[in-house]
């Protein structure tokens, strides 16, 4: 698989992204308080974001204003990723998503990436994927790397996790500029490979609803590896667990230590953090 060339910059936040050891990466999203309400208590959001800087996890996503209240120590050793979209369940249509943010205010805030919601089938798709080029196209002219989440959701996807739906959703990430797509897990090591296996940049499976189970947890997780996926995005398996900080741990072991640090990940590997060397 070919590697995308990125510019000094964006490579340079790709590096705090991505493990440079495993070329993996975990990321933590907390911003499921603007579509469901609060994650927990502002303490207790505090520390859950303490316990994810300080267990593994590669990043933290949160929402721009969220970041007033969050400890600055976290982001030392964890990147940062502003989510630039967003809608609340109560509204009409809980699909849609609207523009929250600029590429340019992330920037502001000392973000590594920004993310970018997508529900592939909805009933919004077109107003949603404007956005997603306008992203790209800021974050190209900026240097910051994309994440874009793409899901098969609305009135007509009847199955989000069926392979073939899954692939063109992260293909479509792929053709409008994004540098990583988050979409959901099939349900198999061998059909979530060969969505990987179409796809030209890395792709992240979202965790969904907690498992409850770190075991079982762990299991999951190292069935998205063993698929070659780039690593996992888990959220309210991490906020919703009794011990956060254990559970931070568990899974970031099973991204980084899964195979040996040898075992090559598909898309943005390792090897793409040296790119500025050859531009």
Not at 160 to 178: F, I, S, Y
Not at 194 to 205: L, M
Request: proline content about 7%; overall charge negative.
């Amino acid at each position: 698989m070919e590697m995308a060339q990125h510019s000094l910059g964006k490579s340079l936040r790709l590096s705090r992204l991505i493990n440079p050891v495993s070329g993996r990466t975990f990321v933590v999203p907390l911003d499921h308080s603007v579509a469901d309400g609060p994650v927990a208590p502002v303490a207790a959001f505090r520390k859950i974001a303490l316990a994810i800087s300080g267990n593994g996890a590669d990043a933290l996503l949160v929402h721009k204003g969220r970041m007033r209240f969050l400890p600055r120590e976290v982001f030392r050793d964890t990147a940062l990723v502003i989510h630039l979209n967003g809608i609340t369940r109560h509204a009409p249509d809980a699909n849609a998503k609207v523009r929250l943010a600029e590429v340019e205010e992330a920037l502001e805030l000392g973000a590594d990436a920004v993310s970018i919601h997508i529900n592939m089938g909805s009933d919004t798709e077109a107003g949603q994927l404007t956005d997603l080029a306008r992203a790209a196209e800021g974050c190209a002219r900026w240097g910051l790397p994309l994440l874009a989440m793409v899901y098969p959701r609305g009135p007509r996807v009847t199955d989000p996790t069926d392979p073939g739906l899954v692939a063109h959703a992260a293909n479509l990430a792929a053709d409008l500029g994004a540098d990583i797509a988050k979409v959901p897990y099939t349900g198999s090591v061998d059909t979530m490979a060969d969505v990987v296996a179409s796809c030209p940049i890395g792709i992240i499976t979202a965790g969904g609803a907690p498992l409850g189970d770190d075991e079982r947890l762990a299991k999951v997780v190292g069935d998205v590896v063993a698929s070659g996926a780039l690593g996992v995005a888990m959220g309210r398996n991490v906020f919703e667990s009794a011990q956060p900080a254990r559970t931070v741990r568990r899974i970031s072991d099973a991204v980084h230590l899964a195979g040996g640090p040898d075992l090559p990940a598909s898309g943005l590997s390792a090897p793409l953090l040296t790119a500025p060397a050859r531009l």
